[in-house]
């Protein structure tokens, strides 16, 4: 059964705390993204992955960091240093980097910081 | 501001009847995708269009694509309760970074049975 998870899918914290969100995907796919979502907007690009130990930041990337040690997994920090960190995360994969692919999405994991 | 941007913000029709939604973007692309996605859930691939082509079609869903225009439009024919989500077109323009889309704000499309 391929396809991308992300946990938790709900996730309270205090303010001050980093915090990491977790994604996963078995579809052997290079190129991995971190996307934010707000009430009645688009998606944001956070960070993106082209390939295992390689990322580039997106238009928000300011407070948040990630890794990409194995072809799977592409973990999200959300540091205490973003202002405003409550949000919808979503995580995607795409076979390759570029927009001729489509991209695959998690369920996504909704973060309150309060 | 965001590349592009879909029109109208809400859309609610009657089960049976067509929806139509619209997307402009700013600067030339290369690829234009569209994406569904349900209430608290992640996005769904619909449609991949290239800026070659004019229309492409998928079941019920027909996009076309005007490069002179720079703008996009999904139909839906035929809609079903089942087919309430917001849609989003996302964009890759040919200076963005690889597969760096840039998504609109978002059509809510609700179908009333």
């Known amino acids: 059964d391929g396809g991308i998870t992300q946990s938790p899918k709900y996730l309270f914290r205090k303010e001050g705390q980093n915090v990491t969100l977790s994604c996963e995907q078995n579809?052997?796919?290079?190129?991995m993204y971190w996307y934010r979502q707000d009430p009645g907007q688009g998606l944001r690009l956070i960070y993106y992955?082209?390939?295992?130990?390689?990322?580039q930041k997106g238009d928000i990337a300011e407070g948040y960091s990630v890794s990409r040690e194995k072809k799977e997994s592409f973990p999200l920090t959300v540091t205490s240093a973003q202002k405003n960190p409550t949000a919808f995360y979503l995580c995607?994969?795409?076979?390759?980097?570029?927009?001729?692919?489509?991209?695959?999405f998690g369920p996504g994991t909704r973060l309150t910081v309060t | 501001s965001q590349q592009g941007e879909e029109d109208p913000q809400a859309l609610s029709i009657q089960e049976g009847e067509n929806a139509t939604m619209n997307c402009s973007y700013k600067?030339?692309?290369?690829?234009l995708q569209w994406y569904r996605q349900n209430s608290g859930r992640g996005l769904v691939h619909l449609i991949l269009?290239?800026?070659?082509?004019r229309e492409k079609h998928s079941g019920r869903l027909r996009v076309t694509l005007d490069t002179s225009k720079k703008s996009s439009s999904l139909l839906i024919t035929a809609s079903r309760a089942a087919d309430t989500a917001s849609y989003f077109c996302?964009?890759?323009?040919?200076?963005?970074?690889?597969?760096?889309?840039?998504f609109g704000q978002g059509t809510i499309l609700t179908v009333h049975p």
């Open positions: 600067t030339s692309i290369n690829n």
């Open positions: 269009i290239r800026s070659n082509e």
């Open positions: 579809l052997n796919h290079d190129a």
């Open positions: 996302a964009t890759d323009p040919p200076e963005s970074s690889y597969g760096k889309l840039t």
């Open positions: 992955s082209q390939i295992v130990n390689d990322f």
């Open positions: 995607a994969s795409s076979l390759l980097a570029g927009g001729a692919y489509e991209q695959y």
